[in-house]
């Protein structure tokens, strides 16, 4: 009986950690880029360099790539006063994120770097013009991005998105 209950008693303070092994590679394998796969959309508010803030729309779309691991990114967003259509190619490998965009309005582009830890996205965005700094954080069917960009003809941009359905 006593052996019975000592060999209950490991397996019960295994458990934990066995748990988290067991999670920890799918958590790895898994990345952010599976979660958001498909179209959002949504709003907010830009800031323009040389005016007033304005309601922006906002449409997205995530086509996950390399088993997750990387992401093409289709943005459009539209104020009364600015159009703006974006395409990226990120890659993840572990938390570092890397990839380029172009913006086909202002035909100007660039290179994206960062981190996506827990599911939060913060990256460097730039271009021969521009420097901004951008998070993404995603919970569920539910996405914000913030941007600032001291300088540039948008220096700030904050938007919601919700999981089309």
């Known amino acids: 009986m006593f052996r019975h209950r000592a060999i209950i008693r490991w397996i ?11 999670a920890a590679p799918a958590y790895a ?7 958001v796969a498909g179209s959002w959309s949504g709003g907010g508010m830009m800031k323009p360099s040389d005016g007033p803030r304005e309601r922006v729309r906002c449409k997205a779309d995530y086509t996950p790539k390399n088993n997750g691991q990387s992401v093409k990114l289709n943005l459009r967003c539209a104020s009364d006063a600015y159009k703006m259509e974006l395409s990226a190619n990120i890659d993840q490998k572990g938390t570092s994120l890397s990839g380029n965009w172009f913006e086909s309005q202002y035909r100007q ?4 770097s960062g981190k996506n830890v827990n599911g939060l996205i913060q990256a ?5 013009t521009m420097a901004a700094l951008l998070s993404l954080q995603t919970k569920g069917d539910r996405q914000t991005v913030a941007m600032e960009s001291p300088g540039s003809w948008v220096s700030q941009v ?5 999981r089309d359905k």
């Open 124 to 128: 460097r965005i730039e271009g021969e």
């Open 12 to 22: 019960l303070r295994c458990v934990p950690l066995i748990a988290i092994l067991a």
């Open 158 to 162: 904050s938007v919601e998105l919700v």
């Open 109 to 112: 582009g660039g290179s994206i």
């Open 29 to 35: 394998q898994q990345s952010l880029f599976e979660n």
